[in-house]
C-alpha cells in the first residue's frame, strides 16, 4: 500500500489522484489528509520542502512532486500510457502539462496573496498571476480541436487547473468568450477520474 498525503482542495494532488483512477490504480493508496501550513506535525521528514503531493513507496522512498508522482504512477499500469512514451505526441503531453500545471501555480499564488492581511496584498501581484492564467486560456481556447478527449496526462493537469478556477476563482468567468475550451471541460469534466477526484463544495 502506498501512502499519498493529501488535501482535498489541491489541484496538484487532484492531479494525482485523477492519474491514479485512470490507472486502476486508486485502491492502492492509501490516503493521509495533510496539513502543510501546520509547523511541527513532522511533515517535514517526509517531504523537506513541506509541499504536497508527496508519495510514500511501499519501500518507504518518497516522491515529490505531482509531475513525479504520476509518471511513476503511470508506470505500474499495462494500460495506454498518459505520458507518452516518445515522439511528438509526448512533448505535446508534457507541455500540456506545464500549461495546465502553470495555471495552477499562477492560481495558488493569488489565492495566498488573498488570505494576507489587506494592507500587505498586492493588487500589481495579482493582476500579473492573472495575466499568466488568461494568456494560458486564451492559448488553450485556439488550440481546442487539437486536444480531443483521450486523456494524456496534459488532459488531467489542464481538466484540474479549471477545476481549482471553478473552486477558487469563479468570480474569473473563465468560461466567458471561451467557448470551445467550456465545451471541452463540460465532456471531460464527466470522466470517472475528474469526478472521483472532485474537490469538496467550497
Not at 486508486?26 to 517526509?46: H, K, M, S
Request: aromatic share 8%; proline share 6%.
Amino acid at each position: 500500500m502506498m501512502r499519498l498525503f493529501f488535501s482535498a482542495t489541491s489541484p496538484y494532488v487532484r492531479k494525482v489522484v485523477a492519474t491514479a483512477h485512470e490507472c486502476g490504480l486508486f485502491e492502492r493508496l492509501e490516503i493521509v489528509p495533510t496539513q502543510v501550513f501546520q509547523t511541527g506535525n513532522g511533515y517535514e521528514a517526509v517531504n523537506p520542502l513541506a509541499k504536497i503531493p508527496a508519495l510514500e513507496l511501499d519501500g518507504g522512498e518518497v516522491l515529490y512532486d505531482s509531475p513525479v508522482i504520476c509518471e511513476y504512477l503511470d508506470n505500474l499500469h499495462d494500460g495506454i500510457p498518459l505520458f507518452p512514451p516518445s515522439g511528438g505526441a509526448r512533448w505535446t503531453a508534457l507541455r500540456r502539462q506545464a500549461l495546465g500545471d502553470g495555471v495552477m501555480d499562477a492560481a495558488l499564488t493569488m489565492r495566498v496573496e488573498l488570505l494576507r492581511p489587506e494592507h500587505l496584498q498586492s493588487a500589481d501581484a495579482q493582476d500579473a498571476q492573472t495575466a499568466k492564467v488568461t494568456a494560458a486560456l486564451d492559448l488553450l481556447e485556439k488550440e481546442v480541436d487539437e486536444l480531443g478527449q483521450d486523456p494524456t496526462i496534459g488532459h488531467l493537469a489542464i481538466g484540474c487547473a479549471l477545476g481549482y478556477l471553478d473552486l477558487r476563482f469563479a468570480d474569473l468567468q473563465w468560461r466567458a468568450g471561451r467557448p470551445g475550451l467550456a465545451a471541452w471541460n463540460e465532456t471531460f469534466a464527466a470522466r470517472h477520474s475528474m469526478t472521483a477526484s472532485a474537490h469538496p463544495a467550497s
